[in-house]
């Protein structure tokens, strides 16, 4: 298998003369597998161009997966061109949310008070598909799903074919235990906080099994660490640090950290990725982040 | 919007043209009697737990702490069951069951679990005034269309999610006077809903046998449960919005979405459901926004009901 970063910021599109190595459009990650399949997932702006590219192929047969409904998941949708044209087929497969189902965001985001173009426009044929945490088989490829530490639900994604996995976290935040933080501080009792010390600790283990033994794991490392001790816990994203624990206790080949924060230029992530690099190199693990237009391709994991 | 005249002279043929009456006795109870017991029965109603309020009350605190939730939450064993209940639905496919709230914050987080909470108690409160029977499912049927219309027509003026929240509150307690007057003179309630879905005007028909309106009624229970100012007032003028002030928004919308519901369920209009072209000033929209706000309304009652595992 071989993914393809169409997306790799967090957040919000950032274009200009500081992001042009590592990228500005939002998620949207392609895994192309043996058989030919094309998996998509998130429609964040990244996916605008990915789909000039399959309009070069129609009719084309695609499935993807929404790992959750923020914006930079989902607003490249109204510009992916094979949803327009009748003939082709998108499976579209994402958590259902507490009050509306992923194919009512879908049409929200299509309102004309947001886009001129009515979702009735949409000409492929397209099913949608709401997701737990469960394995989705594609005959040669499964898709298991687990639920991340998001503000609103969100899904991870674990892709195998034969012996190779990737994984794609979304957006995820290891969980931490919210009464040691925030008005629970000294006023929530010594039980309440074992009890959700102990869930914490369970729900990372899951975490940790889930990405566990990955030949690509991506993952959300939007934040250094010093960024998000400040002020970004809860937010729902990782700290650059526990992302590369994760990756090396899970005994991932290649990490590949990704979902930038708007706010690190080319600079800043150049020489983090540097930094980070030379830390893990003794442990066998290749660490990069995503860089929006690269390939990284399991079969030749040296090549270009 | 249709034909309100040629609607009501239809019917008018099978209804009594001067009071609907309350055929209690031979000697109906004086307006005045029939109002002085609903409202001794209102301040005995309570809502099954204070929580309820609690939960409304975080609902407009954007700073709401994960602890707070916790506590309101906890103070309640009824509610912590429906949490739970909701928390391990089919809906969110947990592998595991999950028999503790700080393992469900954990797991679904502050505002999934808040949103449920909130949903329950209000259901709750709800529900738990009402009986099994038909008129109590209609009512209920009934508030949900116009909680998820009001929220829908929140969603389209791109207000806050707390916002929405409060709309949609405020669209399924609209009625919560017609449950006051259910719980104590079910029957007559039952005969007047009869004629009010022939044309006969509700208002009035309640003013004159109950002595007041569910509107009125609902006002009263509102503002003893200590509900927010403009859900009080968004209950007592779902009929005639007020058009200024700081409590109009929420008034206009609650009118507005009970207008389509009734709209929706073929409620002959009377005099008094006359249309305000005015409550869509109010909250800056056009008809046609407004149109295509409720085209998303159905399917979710449609999915709510399936969630929340109601009739």
């Given at each position: 298998m071989k993914v393809r970063f169409w997306g790799v910021r967090g957040s919000i599109p950032t274009p200009g003369p500081d992001t042009v190595k590592y990228g500005g459009n939002t998620a949207c990650y392609e895994v192309i597998t043996h058989s030919g399949r094309r998996l998509i997932f998130d429609a964040g702006t990244g996916i605008r161009r990915l789909g000039n590219d399959l309009a070069r192929e129609m009719p084309v047969d695609v499935d993807i997966f929404v790992s959750h409904t923020h914006w930079d998941h989902i607003q490249g949708f109204p510009f992916f061109v094979p949803a327009f044209v009748a003939g082709n087929r998108l499976r579209m497969y994402g958590p259902a949310l507490y009050e509306h189902s992923l194919e009512g965001v879908m049409r929200i985001q299509m309102d004309y008070a947001f886009f001129p173009v009515r979702e009735a426009e949409l000409k492929a044929d397209i099913t949608y598909q709401s997701l737990t945490e469960e394995t989705i088989d594609l005959g040669d490829v499964t898709v298991v799903t687990k639920y991340t530490n998001h503000p609103v639900l969100t899904l991870a994604f674990r892709i195998t074919e034969g012996e190779q996995t990737i994984i794609y976290t979304g957006d995820s935040e290891p969980y931490y235990n919210v009464l040691r933080y925030e008005s629970g501080q000294g006023r929530a009792s010594a039980e309440d906080i074992a009890e959700m010390d102990d869930e914490v600790t369970r729900q990372n283990a899951r975490h940790l099994d889930f990405c566990s033994g990955a030949d690509i794991l991506i993952h959300?490392?939007?934040?250094?660490l010093a960024e998000y001790a400040a002020m970004r816990r809860g937010w729902g994203h990782s700290p650059m640090e526990e992302v590369i624990q994760i990756g090396l206790k899970a005994g991932v080949k290649h990490l590949v950290m990704t979902s930038h924060d708007p706010s690190s230029d080319d600079a800043t992530l150049t020489e983090l990725e540097a930094l980070f690099q030379a830390q893990v190199k003794a442990h066998g693990m290749k660490l990069s982040f995503a860089r929006e237009g690269t390939i990284v391709d399991l079969d030749h994991p040296d090549g270009p | 919007m249709w034909d309100k005249k040629s609607a009501v002279a239809a019917t008018s043929m099978h209804i009594p043209v001067e009071t609907p009456g309350l055929p209690m006795s031979d000697d109906p109870m004086p307006p005045e009697h029939v109002r002085a017991r609903i409202e001794a029965s209102i301040e005995r109603?309570?809502?099954?737990?204070?929580s309820a309020t609690k939960v409304l009350s975080l609902v407009n605190d954007i700073d709401a702490s994960p602890w707070e939730l916790l506590q309101v939450i906890k103070m309640d064993p009824v509610l912590t069951g429906r949490v739970l209940r909701l928390v391990n639905s089919a809906h969110f496919g947990l592998n595991e069951p999950i028999l503790s709230l700080n393992r469900a914050l954990v797991i679904l987080g502050l505002n999934t679990v808040k949103n449920l909470a909130l949903s329950s108690s209000m259901i709750e409160l709800l529900t738990s005034q009402t009986g099994e029977d038909n008129e109590s499912a209609r009512l209920w049927n009934h508030s949900l269309w116009v909680g998820v219309a009001a929220r829908s027509i929140a969603r389209a003026r791109q207000l806050s999610r707390e916002e929405q929240e409060l709309a949609f509150i405020g669209g399924l307690l609209h009625d919560l006077g017609e449950v006051c007057i259910l719980k104590v003179f079910p029957k007559e309630f039952q005969e007047l809903r009869v004629q009010v879905e022939h044309g006969v005007d509700q208002l009035a028909a309640e003013t004159l046998v109950f002595g007041a309106s569910h509107a009125e009624f609902g006002g009263q229970l509102a503002r003893k449960w200590r509900f927010p100012p403009e859900l009080v007032v968004s209950l007592e003028t779902h009929h005639n919005p007020i058009l200024e002030g700081a409590l109009a928004e929420l008034s206009c919308t609650t009118y507005i979405a009970n207008f389509f519901a009734r709209v929706n369920e073929g409620v002959a209009p009377t005099d008094e459901d006359v249309w305000h072209p005015a409550a869509l000033a109010v909250l800056n929209l056009d008809e046609h926004t407004v149109a295509e706000a409720m085209e998303s309304v159905e399917p979710e009652v449609e999915a709510a009901r399936v969630f929340l595992e109601t009739p």
């Open positions: 959300d490392a939007q934040y250094s | 109603m309570s809502p099954l737990s204070p």
